[in-house]
């Protein structure tokens, strides 16, 4: 039974509660799950169109990592002061009630395990841990602020004022040009928040944890993702091969739609909030 986009949200929603109701139910989000905490979506239909920077760029230019630094250290702030939403703690209360098995998450905002959630495998990284590329050490970003602040004290948040900050803590600035960055202070290397950019892989030992989240569950809960890129589409690739039925929760379409038993346009929090009062938990 497939429930399409144009059918009303009450006969999608008993749709999808039909299909997971008594499962076992693993959850995949987007940065849709995050739009009522303030966060914008990448792709969703009122998103403005980004250029997300490329970790080649970041890499390979002393003036990409200069733009990218300014950007976040002002953005951090914003996505830092950010809470969860009642979708973020509907899924939380789903994994207590032993409905939901565990949530791959392709945001790097943390509000998955700020709202409760116990077992959050964190795809892409998270804006509030920083790596080494050159002896890989790992410091908390809050650490980095610091250094940050003292360098760049016109960066003030005071003179900030209210920029647009996107997803992955990239806030909208007009010039970057005297902005200094901070070093590894152990080895001098390249500093780079732990977040997987366009154009790197994402690590295989994160990989293979989301798989054997997916493997643990009888059904798959897909929320606030367009799965316009392969490292979430797989998952629904890889758990429709095996047979387990897949609800996509999007505004608009998203390219999992094929492969979704049910499709439900409309709003995470609202249609999470509901599902929590339809699903009960496996026998």
């Not at 997971?20 to 009122?46: E, H, I, M, N």
């Not at 976040?72 to 899924?91: D, F, K, M």
């Not at 606030?224 to 999007?250: D, I, K, M, Y």
Request: with cysteine.
């Amino acid at each position: 039974m497939t429930a399409h986009a144009h059918a009303p949200e009450t006969e999608a929603l008993a749709a999808a509660a039909d299909v997971l109701t008594g499962r076992r139910v693993a959850v995949l989000t987007g940065a849709g799950v995050s739009t009522d905490s303030g966060l914008p979506d990448y792709r969703g239909p009122d998103a403005p169109p980004r250029r997300p920077m490329t970790y080649q760029q970041f890499v390979g230019d002393p003036a990409y990592r200069r733009v990218y630094w300014a950007r976040n250290h002002v953005g951090r702030r914003r996505v830092a002061t950010t809470r969860p939403n009642p979708g973020h703690e509907a899924i939380a209360r789903l994994e207590a009630r032993g409905v939901v098995v565990g949530v791959v998450t392709q945001n790097v905002d943390r509000l998955h395990t700020a709202a409760g959630s116990r077992r959050v495998v964190e795809l892409h990284g998270s804006y509030a841990d920083v790596v080494c590329l050159g002896c890989g050490a790992r410091t908390p970003r809050e650490a980095l602020a610091g250094r940050l602040e003292a360098l760049n004290p016109h960066y003030a948040e005071a003179e900030v004022g209210d920029v647009e900050v996107a997803p992955d803590a990239d806030a909208v600035l007009a010039s970057t040009e005297d902005f200094r960055v901070a070093d590894c202070e152990r080895c001098g290397g390249i500093l780079k928040p732990d977040i997987t950019f366009f154009g790197e892989q994402v690590p295989r030992e994160r990989v293979a944890a989301a798989f054997a989240l997916v493997d643990d569950a009888d059904a798959l809960l897909v929320a606030g993702s367009s799965l316009a890129v392969l490292s979430g589409r797989r998952f629904v690739v890889h758990a429709a091969r095996n047979g387990l039925p897949v609800v996509v929760v999007n505004r608009g379409p998203t390219r999992g739609d094929a492969l979704a038993a049910v499709k439900v346009d409309a709003g995470t929090t609202p249609t999470l909030l509901a599902l929590e009062r339809l699903l009960t938990p496996p026998a």
